[in-house]
């Protein structure tokens, strides 16, 4: 009897733990989208005020840009690889030299390697959020 007890027990925290873990994923998804888009609107509008185009036609201008500095250029591809949009990986292959960064990548020295190749990966297989953001972000910009 004290067995079943133990076992009876051990299965409702259990549940209690995986209804918990289910909730915060319900609620921090969301949230984590959210946190992601603003930024990624912001460079998108930053980039087609200066460019025109649809968000991946201007932000790729960016990246291709004589006159801005290597931060925006980063940004840019950020912002590229949160989108996941195809259409921006032959202006992200240009940009790829396969030299990986140092340690700290500088951001305002050089075009991140490592963050160009992670969005050459999401342009290619999506991410996590890519899907959501296309649609919100790309949609907006249509409307």
């Known amino acids: 009897m004290g067995k079943e007890v133990r076992s009876s027990s051990f299965?409702?925290?259990?549940?209690?733990?995986?209804?918990?873990?289910v909730g915060i994923v319900i609620y921090a998804l969301p949230w984590m989208f959210w946190q992601l888009q603003i930024p990624v609107?912001?460079?998108?509008?930053?980039?087609?005020?200066?460019f025109g185009g649809d968000c991946v036609e201007a932000?790729?201008?960016?990246?291709?840009s004589d006159h801005h500095s290597?931060?925006?250029?980063n940004r840019a591809v950020w912002a590229l690889g949160q989108?996941?949009?195809e259409r921006a990986l032959p202006a992200l292959q240009k940009v790829h030299t396969g030299v990986p960064c140092s340690?700290?990548?500088?951001?305002?020295?050089h075009l991140c390697q490592y963050e160009i190749e992670k969005a050459m990966r999401w342009c290619?297989?999506?991410?996590?959020?890519?899907?959501?953001?296309?649609?919100?972000?790309?949609?907006?910009?249509?409307?």
């Open 41 to 50: 609107k912001t460079r998108c509008a930053e980039a087609q005020e200066e």
């Open 103 to 109: 340690r700290l990548c500088r951001r305002d020295q």
């Open 11 to 21: 299965t409702r925290w259990f549940l209690l733990a995986g209804l918990i873990g």
């Open 59 to 64: 932000l790729t201008a960016v990246i291709q």
């Open 70 to 73: 290597y931060l925006q250029k």
């Open 83 to 85: 989108l996941g949009d």
């Open 124 to 143: 290619e297989r999506g991410s996590l959020f890519s899907r959501w953001m296309r649609a919100s972000v790309l949609r907006e910009n249509n409307d």
